[in-house]
């Protein structure tokens, strides 16, 4: 990657409009103008332009915010760095994530209130809140054969957006049987959650129905 910082939020809309970026990776808490009005700035002057937020705010309220706002992503900054490459490079290829943890709260949020998995935000660019087009498993991912076949059928859901809850209805199941062998998928892909666990799911599965 080639990297251009900037001090504030101010600073980074201009540099895009200078120069616009791949992929834009901005923070929560700026001075001048925060993430959020800077994210609404680079929305409207770039309005396919991947945007990324990382950040130490554990928030749902914010990360609503963020993503209707027209963010692509947030992520929180203990994200280890090759996991913070592979989502850039997952951005820059059209898809768009939030973290595991947070993930599986608004996805049941937003599930029991509308009855279905949460759409992309208003302003977010196409391809917001998908899971797809990641970089390939790295050397020593483990085979799909490694897995069971009910780790597989877990982990295919798991691909395509549904909670632990949905998943365990469909598949005619508990909810804490579906925790365990979502534990047991991260256990065997050796990931940590369920962001990872999908990146290497589309590498060992291919296309998951």
Not at 124 to 143: I, K, N, S
Not at 154 to 178: D, P
């Amino acid at each position: 990657f080639q990297v251009t910082t900037v001090e504030n939020g101010r600073e980074a809309v201009e540099a895009a409009r200078r120069r616009p970026p791949d992929v834009a990776v901005i923070d929560v808490r700026m001075p001048v103008l925060d993430g959020i009005g800077c994210v609404q700035a680079l929305r409207r002057d770039h309005p396919r332009l991947p945007i990324l937020m990382l950040t130490n705010y554990d928030d749902d309220r914010l990360v609503r915010e963020c993503l209707a706002a027209g963010a692509d992503a947030y992520l929180l900054k203990d994200i280890e760095p090759e996991d913070l490459a592979n989502a850039i490079r997952l951005l820059a290829a059209g898809g768009g994530l939030i973290p595991g943890d947070l993930a599986q709260r608004l996805l049941e949020d937003d599930g029991s209130s509308t009855g279905g998995p949460p759409t992309a935000a208003s302003g977010a660019r196409p391809g917001a809140l998908r899971v797809d087009e990641p970089t390939p498993p790295g050397p020593g991912a483990p085979a799909p054969e490694s897995l069971t076949p009910r780790q597989r059928e877990v982990l295919a859901l798991l691909a395509r957006g549904l909670s632990n809850r949905e998943i365990a209805r469909q598949l005619y199941l508990s909810e804490g049987t579906v925790k365990n062998v979502v534990s047991e998928i991260y256990a065997r892909l050796h990931v940590r959650d369920r962001v990872q666990a999908v990146l290497k799911a589309r590498g060992l599965l291919g296309d998951l129905p």
